[in-house]
């Protein structure tokens, strides 16, 4: 990557980390429909904010789109949020897993979570398109595999939400490669890897912007912010990669996803040395509810 491909790079991530502080701002201060609407109790049962869920995507599209990622980014990014934010906001929670929604879809019941599959299956498969068209790397086949790995890690984001600091730190690990690898692109393959490389850049920006107030317990992605951070790293992927990268990559996606109906990710990394550590690191101690929230 050329010393300008670098600047713009660091652009997007910053651009990304300031665009999450602000918005997570701007709607403490205004909560659209009051404060109410934004608290849910977290793991431990303590109130929390669902702010940072649509400041994380406002602020890490901006930060795309300021890296020159384009369209692809900000379709996946704000697409992914709003069915998830319908979700969190609408959903009643009675259905859980890819196997509580086909429960429920079988006895004639739609659930705000069926409606978010089907979204973010449609939003994959748009932005996958999208990628493609501009960059004509894979026929239909491989629109569709970029589709559904886009889609698959938007869900998988969403799995691992379920601790202060997780997803955000998954964002930040899987992002650190992909942001080495196109700084380390040749030139003749930077058109290529320019809307990875600021997509996923724009991305750990905003996962470094709203790592604090997650991790000290005051407000979580929720289901908006997880499935926008997911649906962007894939974006990423399927925009750096050719048709066996992306089989590559949604295998892994759906081994992942199987296996989060049979086994929890939380005990899992709970009993791994080295895991438990990492996914502790820089969690605070429990504050009261009450002071959580200021």
């Given at each position: ?20 502080v ?12 009051g ?14 904010t ?10 890490a ?24 934010a319908?979700?969190?906001?609408v ?47 894979c026929?239909?086949?491989g ?27 998954v ?71 050719g048709?066996?990268?992306r ?7 759906t081994?992942?996803?199987?296996a ?10 709970e009993?791994t040395?080295?895991?438990?550590e ?9 504050s ?7």
């Amino acid at each position: 990557m050329t010393r300008r491909g670098r600047g713009t790079t660091l652009g997007a991530f910053i651009v990304g980390a300031l665009g999450s502080v602000a918005a997570a701002a701007l709607l403490k201060g205004r909560p659209p429909g009051g404060l109410e609407r934004w608290i849910r109790k977290n793991h431990a049962g303590h109130p929390v904010t669902l702010f940072e869920g649509p400041a994380y995507a406002v602020g890490a599209v901006a930060g795309a789109l300021a890296g020159g990622a384009g369209r692809p980014a900000a379709v996946a990014g704000l697409g992914a949020a709003a069915f998830g934010a319908l979700d969190d906001l609408v959903g009643d929670g009675s259905s859980k897993g890819l196997r509580g929604h086909l429960a429920a879809a079988r006895r004639g019941e739609v659930t705000t979570g069926a409606i978010k599959m089907v979204g973010l299956g449609a939003t994959g498969l748009l932005t996958a398109r999208m990628i493609d068209r501009s960059h004509e790397r894979c026929g239909v086949m491989g629109t569709l595999v970029g589709g559904a790995v886009i889609a698959g890690s938007a869900n998988i984001a969403n799995l691992l939400d379920l601790r202060p600091g997780r997803a955000l730190k998954v964002v930040l690990l899987l992002a650190a490669p992909i942001v080495a690898r196109g700084c380390g692109a040749r030139p003749s393959a930077a058109t290529a890897t320019a809307t990875a490389t600021a997509t996923v850049a724009a991305a750990a920006g905003a996962a470094i912007g709203a790592l604090p107030d997650d991790l000290a317990g005051r407000s979580m992605l929720g289901d908006t912010g997880a499935n926008s951070a997911g649906a962007l790293l894939g974006t990423s992927i399927v925009a750096r990669t050719g048709p066996r990268g992306r089989l590559l990559a949604l295998a892994v996606v759906t081994a992942l996803t199987l296996a989060s109906e049979k086994v929890s990710f939380t005990k899992v990394i709970e009993s791994t040395p080295g895991l438990r550590e990492l996914d502790a690191l820089g969690r605070p101690p429990w504050s009261s509810p009450t002071a959580s929230l200021k």
